[in-house]
């Protein structure tokens, strides 16, 4: 594209943790280029980043079939947005985050107007929905992968598939901690168990009352444990909060502090999604539950090609697709070999939930040895730069060159007076 003019990315991100990564994307793309304009649809962190939102997808993070007919004339009120603007301002290049549901119709509406789709962090298809691959081939020029072994499995189903790694590692390495509210913690007696009940409202709904009802069976036995919830969102907090008092259990609810309350805990009880990512850099031991309905929990079983639904135990197998696709059971042959013990259920799993947990306070020898398991595969996996690889990547495909970084002073002096210059 010509020097001098203005690149503008039209950005459809729909999940808090999509809006963080589609932020930091932002930010690496505007220190390549400095006549990026970034617009479109997302949350408060692409705001701070400096793109310009048209509405805050955010908000509308739903999961299940009821729930997005709920919202359905908003999808498409935006969507009607969406298209009006590829027509009249016709941006360079569409990113996509994730959200497939809506992010699909919006990769339909760029490419008929033939503007290049980007797809940042795909939706997890080789999981769940296999045929959609058609779509993806279809509709989207570059899929950006952010899993190792993504990028090969969406090559042989011919879509044109970049590894740029995982965003969450870029984020979790830029954290800054308050010192204050780890020395304070740090100060009271007794092992922590952190709780994190998920980002999403109905994720909290759903599962909190079974890690705490797990929490009391812990408690039963590790008199002096405390447990701690990591709420995302405020309104969240107020949930746990409420449901705390009914469950008379001494648990504290904080909002703002889950990288913190990460960093503080023996072991932790986890909502299946990619925070296992920073529970794996941080090597804490986690037991993940995804609670569903009973009717959710029979359809999901005709969808799902994997076994396992948490990143860190995908990463760690060495059988993505295998033939047994029943759900984790501590029971099963190699059950101990799983890195992060997970329930996909409709049923209560809080014994199972609390055998866990106790195992790793009571006895330290194995919960050493699964922090050095999990250290292990940090090592092979956890490694940044994903948003700074996919930023190069986009630039490098629309033809722009990233501006060149000043050389410090003193190298500045020794090449010139290396050529004789004054």
Not at 19 to 45: F, M, S, T, W
Not at 323 to 342: H, I, K, M, N, W
Not at 405 to 411: K, L
Request: proline share 7%; net charge positive.
């Amino acid at each position: 594209m010509p020097a001098g003019d203005t690149l503008k990315i039209f950005f459809s991100v729909g999940e808090p943790s999509g809006d963080l990564h589609a932020a930091n994307l932002i930010r690496q793309l505007r220190a390549r280029c400095d006549r990026i304009e970034a617009v479109g649809y997302g949350g408060p962190k692409m705001a701070e980043a400096g793109c310009k939102l048209h509405a805050d997808l955010t908000a509308l993070a739903v999961m299940w079939f009821a729930r997005v007919l709920v919202n359905l004339h908003k999808f498409w009120a935006l969507l009607r947005d969406a298209d009006r603007y590829f027509r009249d301002e016709r941006p360079d290049a569409v990113v996509l985050v994730d959200y497939p549901g809506f992010n699909w119709w919006i990769a339909r509406k760029a490419k008929a107007q033939g503007i290049p789709v980007f797809y940042y962090t795909p939706p997890q298809i080789w999981a769940w929905a296999q045929w959609r691959v058609k779509k993806m081939r279809r509709f989207v020029d570059h899929v950006l992968c952010s899993l190792p072994f993504e990028e090969p499995w969406f090559r042989r189903h011919g879509c044109h598939a970049t590894f740029v790694g995982h965003p969450f590692f870029d984020e979790v390495r830029r954290q800054t901690l308050d010192e204050a509210f780890l020395d304070e913690f740090r100060k009271r007696p007794g092992p922590l168990v952190t709780i994190l009940p998920g980002s999403r409202t109905q994720e909290v709904t759903h599962n909190l009352r079974w890690f705490l009802k797990a929490a009391g069976r812990v408690r039963d036995v590790v008199p002096d444990v405390r447990f701690a919830i990591a709420a995302f969102k405020p309104h969240q907090a107020e949930i746990a909060r409420n449901q705390v008092a009914q469950s008379g259990l001494p648990v504290e609810v904080h909002c703002g502090r889950t990288p913190e309350l990460i960093r503080l805990a023996d072991c932790c009880m986890a909502v299946s999604g990619s925070v296992s990512l920073e529970l794996l850099y941080h090597c804490k031991p986690t037991v993940v539950l995804y609670w569903i309905s009973r009717p959710a929990y029979v359809v999901q079983g005709f969808f799902r090609k994997v076994k396992y639904i948490t990143l860190v135990n995908l990463l760690a197998t060495d059988e993505l697709f295998p033939r047994d696709l029943t759900p984790y059971d501590p029971s099963q042959p190699g059950a101990e070999r799983v890195l992060f013990p997970e329930y996909l259920t409709c049923e209560d799993k809080s014994v199972q939930i609390a055998d866990h947990v106790i195992e790793w306070l009571v006895r330290p020898a194995r919960r050493q040895a699964l922090v050095e398991r999990l250290a292990q595969l940090k090592t092979e996996v956890g490694h940044g730069g994903a948003s700074r690889r996919a930023a190069e990547y986009i630039l490098s495909t629309l033809g722009v060159r990233p501006q060149p970084v000043p050389s410090p002073h003193f190298a500045v002096a020794a090449e010139r007076a290396k050529t004789g210059q004054v």
